[in-house]
């Protein structure tokens, strides 16, 4: 059977699920339940100055029957002094020795990093996480993502902290940004031992049309907040990727951004991830969705015949290239499996209007035909049919050889070299 044990960095955990920091993992109390559920480890809400917050301060995007499709909120860090905070945070290492626990935080002033990292160490916390990626609240008094999107600055605190850090160090990246190597990098170069990516995205997640107030609502007004849920998985396994597959870099990486099961916690793995950190499903679900996760990936990683988390981290990000790189010979078509078909038309109409008119409708029957020749493979109609595996995306032989963008004689670049060539 497969070992979930981890080593992050230097950071051990019975597994690689940790809650991430935000308020699952406020109090003793709840951080005992989480490890009593199963959780692996946990990144404390984030620890500095002490912080009032506001009523209310959750949104959410539902979406069709999905009631929290996406999670927005308007929180900023703790509301607890830091006093109440080691105190707790103590009594849960003493009850859980074997569990990571880590002290994320943000500060301002070197002092001030200095002066927490060595309270928290007295206690006995296993590591840190800066974060640099709150978009709200803290930006704006140059912290959290303020951080976060300034490589140079990124750097320099991070470099502070490593100046008295004994414990390792992961360092808490922001989405908001658009090269996510260049903080990743910074990261790295200011001695952290380890990042952690994606904290929430700038957004809003909707309007009150009959009030016409923006969500969370405060007193009629509102502020921009940080969304996470399901919703942006996709934008953090892309990121994960883009650190992975960065030449130059080379931390171990957890991925945080819309997990909800082991199989999204795979996926995150895949990109790159050794340890995966969830937030808003265990505001949703609670703690006990780790048993699901634990056993899930543990299965996972037994029918891969993989021994350990390790095995299976970056597999996929390897498979994720520049689009010129991709062959541009390979064909498929849609094929619609007749028996399956309901006669919905939902294909037709998609494929007519949105795509590339290449589903025909018949006389007789209510299952459209499609046209191979004027199909280019997009996927859209087997992505709008609302029967499992009744249009499948099946290969088409060419004959011809592999050709990607990158030797593509229309390429303007490769077109200059062969005139300077000719000149
Ligand atoms: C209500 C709320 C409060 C959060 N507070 C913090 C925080 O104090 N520090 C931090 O680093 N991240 C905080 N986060 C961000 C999460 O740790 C996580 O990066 C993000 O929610 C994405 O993960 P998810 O999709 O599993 O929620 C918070 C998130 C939520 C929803
Ligand atoms: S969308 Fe699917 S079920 Fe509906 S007509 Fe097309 S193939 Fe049939
Ligand atoms: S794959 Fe695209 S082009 Fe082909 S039939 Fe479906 S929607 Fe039309």
């Not at 999670?71 to 080691?86: H, K, V």
């Not at 002290?103 to 060595?118: G, L, P, R, V, Y």
């Not at 007004?221 to 994960?240: E, Q, R, W």
Request: glycine content about 8%; charged content about 20%; overall charge neutral.
């Amino acid at each position: 059977m497969a070992n979930l044990e981890c080593n992050f960095a230097g950071i051990k955990s019975p597994n690689p699920f940790w809650l991430a920091s935000g308020p699952p993992a406020n109090t003793a109390y709840q951080v005992i339940n989480a490890f009593k559920a199963g959780w692996g480890g946990a990144v404390w809400k984030t620890l500095g100055v002490p912080i009032v917050n506001v009523s209310s301060r959750y949104g959410a995007m539902s979406y069709k029957n999905e009631k929290i499709a996406g999670f927005n909120n308007i929180e900023l860090i703790t509301d607890r002094s830091l006093e109440d905070n080691l105190k707790d945070m103590k009594e849960v290492k003493e009850k859980f020795p074997n569990h990571a626990l880590i002290a994320s935080m943000m500060f301002e002033k070197k002092e001030e990093w200095h002066d927490c990292i060595k309270k928290c160490e007295d206690i006995g916390v296993d590591g840190f996480e800066l974060n640099y990626g709150c978009p709200h609240g803290m930006c704006e008094r140059g912290m959290g993502s303020a951080v976060g999107q300034n490589p140079d600055v990124c750097e320099k605190i991070t470099s502070w902290v490593m100046e008295v850090a004994k414990k390792p160090v992961i360092v808490k990246l922001t989405p908001n940004i658009t090269d996510i190597t260049k903080a990743g990098l910074a990261a790295q170069r200011g001695g952290a031992n380890a990042v952690s990516l994606i904290n929430t995205i700038n957004s809003v997640t909707g309007i009150d049309l009959d009030t016409m107030e923006p969500n969370p609502k405060v007193a009629g007004l509102s502020s921009h907040g940080g969304y996470c849920g399901p919703a942006v998985k996709p934008i953090a396994l892309n990121m994960i990727a883009e650190l992975t597959n960065h030449p130059d870099f080379h931390l171990p990486i957890s991925g945080i951004g819309g997990i909800e099961t082991w199989r999204d916690a795979a996926e995150h793995i895949l990109m790159g991830a050794s340890t995966v950190q969830v937030c808003t499903a265990v505001m949703h679900y609670g703690f006990k969705i780790v048993q699901d996760m634990t056993e899930g990936l543990s299965n996972y990683l037994d029918s891969q015949k993989m021994k350990s988390v390790l095995e299976l981290s970056g597999i996929t990000a390897k498979k994720l290239r520049k689009w010129e790189d991709l062959d541009l010979n390979y064909k498929i078509i849609a094929s619609i499996d007749e028996e399956k078909c309901i006669g919905c038309q939902l294909c037709y109409i998609a494929c007519e209007d949105g795509a590339h008119q290449a589903i025909a409708l018949l006389k007789n029957s209510r299952v459209p035909k499609i046209k191979e020749d004027h199909c280019v493979g997009c996927n859209l109609c087997s992505l709008v049919c609302p029967v499992e595996s009744c249009i499948s995306m099946i290969n088409v032989t060419t004959n011809k050889q592999k050709l990607i963008w990158k030797e593509h004689p229309k390429n303007p670049i490769n077109i200059a070299i062969g005139t300077s060539l000719k000149r």
